[in-house]
């Protein structure tokens, strides 16, 4: 299976794909559960999740829009459930401005675990509300007299939805297909419909010293006419230190390094981007920072660790 996934990675990067130009996050292999929610049920440790992202720093509007750069920032919480089927719950929120267009999110997910013979196949859900804000007096018109002129800020609130699946190897493979925006929220302003994604992950770890791993991992974006993806590895070093490289199709490509404090229970990491693709109407950098706390005593159901001075049970 893992010369399969490996394949899959090779036919991604040398076959003839259409770049697709919504945003995605440097770190999403990080955070699989900010775009697959079956993702949330396979967490053994509730954490929270912050990532900030500024892309193509330095951006200078143009014509159309008074804006500056575009900007994401992501806050995730996963908690798993123990003892029922039920494995997980979670929240995701994210905030994306782009110019005189801004979008939040709101999502409540859930998971359920189906045990296999040498694997687990996660099943996830994903519900909440998809927010869009349109403001106007940021917009610059080539026709002062354009009856589309407005300096009114336009807002609507359309409910959303989403599922997916994650399945995890005993033998250190995954698999996730998940299909986000499943409702389609459509707006009258700006760009109209949101178009449902699907998303498609595959990874796997390679022990090449007790001290190091390497883990490669893809991710295939789609709304069904257009593609991209994600390809790239990272090592890891007793877990607390990784660094790596990805290439986004035609787009860019970047760097990871990150770090675990505090007996790695809160984990730091960077991300910087270069774009290389297309980059007459782009700044050429962007910056990442993702922060991930972990919480362990956050159980919900099972047997909780309480601790003592000479032991733990």
């Known amino acids: 299976m893992r010369r ?5 990675i090779l036919m ?22 900010s775009f697959n929610p079956g993702a949330l049920g396979a967490e053994s440790v509730s954490n ?18 008074n804006g500056g750069a575009p900007n994401t920032q992501m806050l995730c919480f996963n908690v ?3 003892g029922i089927p039920l494995t997980g719950f979670g929240l995701n929120i994210s905030n ?17 675990q189906i045990r296999l013979n040498f694997a687990s196949l996660y099943l996830g859900v994903t ?8 403001r106007g007096n940021e917009l610059n018109f080539n026709d002062p007299e354009d009856p589309l002129k407005s300096e009114i800020t336009q807002s609507q609130l359309k409910p959303d939805f989403g599922f997916g699946a994650w399945y995890v190897s005993n033998q250190g493979y995954y698999l996730g297909l998940s299909t986000l925006n499943t409702l389609e929220p459509n707006f009258d302003f700006g760009y109209g419909k949101i178009e449902r994604s699907y998303t498609l992950s595959a990874g796997t770890q390679y022990k090449l010293t007790p001290d190091f791993i390497l883990r490669p991992n893809l991710n295939v974006r789609s709304d069904l006419s257009e593609v991209t993806f994600d390809v790239g ?11 790596g490289v990805s290439y986004r199709l035609e787009e860019s490509l970047m760097a990871f390094v990150g770090y675990g404090l ?7 990491g960077y991300a910087f981007e270069y774009i290389v693709h297309n980059r007459a109407a782009k700044n050429s950098t962007s910056h990442e920072i993702l922060i991930k706390y972990l919480l362990p005593e956050l159980v919900f159901g099972g047997r909780k660790s309480v601790k003592t001075p000479r032991f733990s049970f």
Not at 127 to 134: I, N
Not at 233 to 243: A, D, G, I
């Open 4 to 8: 399969i996934i490996l394949l899959l």
């Open 12 to 33: 991604i990067c040398f076959g003839q794909l259409k770049a697709q130009n919504s945003l995605f996050l440097s770190h999403q292999m990080l955070v699989p559960s």
């Open 48 to 65: 929270l999740i912050f990532v900030y992202r500024n892309q193509w720093t330095g951006y200078s509007p143009n014509f159309y829009s």
């Open 80 to 82: 798993p459930i123990q």
């Open 96 to 112: 994306d401005n782009l110019g005189a267009e801004n979008n939040f999110q709101i999502h409540f997910q859930t998971a359920f």
């Open 127 to 134: 519900s909440g509300l998809y927010s869009k804000v349109l």
């Open 233 to 243: 590895s990272m090592v890891y070093y007793q877990t607390k230190l990784w660094t």
């Open 262 to 268: 505090l007996q790695n229970q809160l984990k730091v």
